[in-house]
């Protein structure tokens, strides 16, 4: 498990935030390395082959959410089957586009809308708070 984070983390960082080798070049494992057109057919088949990717997919953005700061969801108020949609379209466009690139696209157009908070919390105190704002302990010494 800690191997296929830390391979999902690498290609995490191909999307908004610039971590490539000098060359500009980084290391693609699994389906990601596969064009559109291979990924659009395994949908149309369904089944083991669909899930192959859209569990790479789903490990894709899961690292994406955790490595980028200020990132809770990428995919913001996106059901996963609606993101899958703008992927399907996206990858009809791009077939010879490699899975990793269509998703770092479609992640740099989702940024602007992600979930930044997680929805199950109340940060409100957290942001409100002026942490250099000194304590009034009342002794006046």
Known sequence: MK???AILVALVLTGPVIAKDIDGQYAVFSVGGNPC???LAARKVGD???QR???WI???LSAFNQIVPNTYNILGDREFGAFLGELDGYCGAHQDALLVSALSALAERMYGDRRN???NKD???KWTTN???ETNTGDTR
């Open 123 to 125: 940060n409100r105190t």
């Open 53 to 55: 990717w859209l569990h």
């Open 37 to 39: 057109r291979d990924y």
């Open 131 to 133: 942490p250099l704002e």
């Open 48 to 50: 083991e082959p669909e």
């Open 117 to 119: 908070l997680s929805p």
């Open 58 to 60: 789903a490990g894709y």
């Open 3 to 5: 191997k296929i984070l």
